[in-house]
Antibody, heavy 121, light 107 residues
Framework: EVQLVESGGGLVQPGGSLRLSCAAS????????MTWVRQSPGKGLEWVAS????????YYVDSVKGRFTISRDNARNSLYLQMNSLGGQDTALYYC??????????????WGQGTLVTVSS | EVVMTQSPATLSVSPGERVTLSCWAS??????LAWYQQKPGQAPRLLIF???TRATGIPARFSGSGSGTEFTLTISSLQSEDFAVHYC?????????FGQGTRLEIK
């Protein structure tokens, strides 16, 4: 059974940093693109960043470029999101998600439960 | 960036009715479109990918169509569990983008 378990969220002051983690199990982690999607309270879904199987390609939404870094450790079956210079607009539930089929396209059937990031003073 | 626009924002319908949700892309995305359903407090659930392929376990009352810039999600006979927010998402090019969602509410 595919499982994605996020951790690392919490309350952080504006300008602060957080590192989110996603522990993956139940599949061959190194075979799949992995992605972070976020959802601000009461709002819609926003794709944040994706990383290729071997980490050689990374893509970001414009609003986080230069502030967030996606990474992975295939030996540990883990996905990360380093978030710096956080602002109120980053307050959201952050989901770790996996593409359905390896390399077939970035649409997502597997979602974690999410980890909540709140940026507030 | 490919802008995804969904219409309407909210749709009031009665159980048993047939409903069609629309999604437009600001440029051609071929059939690289997915639909999701999200209920309060839950993660989104993939309904459709490739514009028209149902994901595993999705009832046949859900169907998707379209290509290029215009797409639709049709629910042939609304069940109580279908009242939720539905999102479209393009994965044709980076950055991946979602529509703002259509909420189905009980009339």
């Amino acid at each position: 059974e595919v499982q994605l378990v996020e951790s690392g969220g919490g309350l952080v002051q504006p300008g602060g940093s957080l590192r989110l983690s996603c522990a993956a199990s139940g599949f061959s982690f190194s075979d799949y693109w992995m992605t972070w999607v976020r959802q601000s309270p009461g709002k819609g879904l926003e794709w944040v960043a994706s990383i290729k199987q071997d980490g050689s390609e990374k893509y970001y939404v414009d609003s986080v470029k230069g502030r967030f870094t996606i990474s992975r450790d295939n030996a540990r079956n883990s996905l990360y999101l380093q978030m710096n210079s956080l602002g109120g607009q980053d307050t959201a539930l952050y989901y770790c998600v996996r593409e359905l089929f390896s390399g077939a396209g970035n649409y997502y059937v597997y979602w974690g439960q999410g980890t909540l990031v709140t940026v507030s003073s | 960036e490919v802008v995804m626009t969904q219409s309407p924002a909210t749709l009031s319908v009665s159980p048993g009715e047939r409903v069609t949700l629309s999604c437009w892309a600001s440029q051609s995305i071929s059939t690289n479109l997915a639909w999701y359903q999200q209920k309060p407090g839950q993660a989104p659930r993939l309904l459709i990918f490739g514009a028209s392929t149902r994901a595993t376990g999705i009832p046949a009352r859900f169907s998707g169509s379209g290509s290029g810039t215009e797409f639709t999600l049709t629910i042939s006979s609304l069940q109580s569990e279908d009242f939720a927010v539905h999102y479209c998402q393009q994965y044709h090019k980076w950055p991946i983008t979602f529509g703002q969602g259509t909420r189905l509410e009980i009339k």
